[in-house]
């Protein structure tokens, strides 16, 4: 019997907000971001291991990571 599993991730934009970059320093918009690990058997998702969420600038590329309560405010503005 031939079992496939492994784990796949993937990312998406949750929604863009105005900002402050703490790199460039230039005030622009912002991508929000979650990046899922997912577990796959026979390459259906069958669980999400971890989730991750970034705040990502636009103009230089910096991602600062942002916990889930950040980023429930963040939505919220």
Same mark, same amino acid.
């Given at each position: ?14 929604? +863009? ?5 703490? =790199?460039? =320093?230039? +005030? ?7 990046? +899922? ?12 291991? !971890? !989730? ?10 910096? !991602?600062?990571?942002?916990? !889930? ?6 939505? +919220?503005?």
């Amino acid at each position: 019997m031939l079992v496939i599993f492994g784990i796949t991730r993937t990312q998406r934009l949750l929604f +863009a907000r105005p900002g402050s970059c703490p =790199r460039c =320093r230039v +005030a622009g918009p912002h991508q929000v971001l979650e990046q +899922a690990s997912r577990l796959t058997f026979f390459f259906i998702p069958v669980l999400t291991t !971890r !989730r991750h969420y970034f705040s990502e600038c636009l103009n230089c590329g910096c !991602r600062t990571e942002l916990s !889930r309560q950040q980023k429930d405010l963040l939505a +919220a503005r």
